[in-house]
Nanobody, 125 residues
Framework: QVQLVESGGGLVQAGGSLRLSCAAS????????MGWFRQAPGKEREFVAS????????YYADSVKGRFTISRDNSKNTVYLQMNSLKPGDTALYYC??????????????????WGQGTQVTVSA
């Protein structure tokens, strides 16, 4: 069982920045690929970014490429999502996810085994 706890969400004006964090309880966190997803009201959950076990490979959704950066610190069992140049369209509940013992990054929701409860990001115009 893995517990994932997100933090760092909040209300920000368009053009602003936020950094989300996701702390994992699993001691072998360093073997797991991690991902960030988001879900806006009335919409399906969508991929935002993912990172391989080592941090050497990252993927981004086209909508956030160049604005968001995913990173991880395996010594702290934590993955981050730095979000810059935020837009109202980025407003959503943001979830982190872990792929148990699968180290390659993926954009597929079905690839991930464990999910956090989410942290709300609201971007005002």
């Amino acid at each position: 069982q893995v517990q994932l706890v997100e933090s760092g969400g909040g209300l920000v004006q368009a053009g602003g920045s936020l950094r989300l964090s996701c702390a994992a309880s699993r001691r072998t966190f360093s073997r797991d690929a991690m991902g960030w997803f988001r879900q806006a009201p009335g919409k399906e959950r969508e991929f935002v970014a993912s990172i391989s076990w080592s941090g050497g490979t990252t993927y981004y959704a086209d909508s956030v490429k160049g604005r968001f950066t995913i990173s991880r610190d395996n010594s702290k069992n934590t993955v981050y999502l730095q979000m810059n140049s935020l837009k109202p369209g980025d407003t959503a509940l943001y979830y982190c996810a872990a792929a148990w013992d699968r180290g390659l990054a993926s954009s597929l929701i079905s690839y991930y085994d464990y999910w956090g409860q989410g942290t709300q990001v609201t971007v005002s115009a």
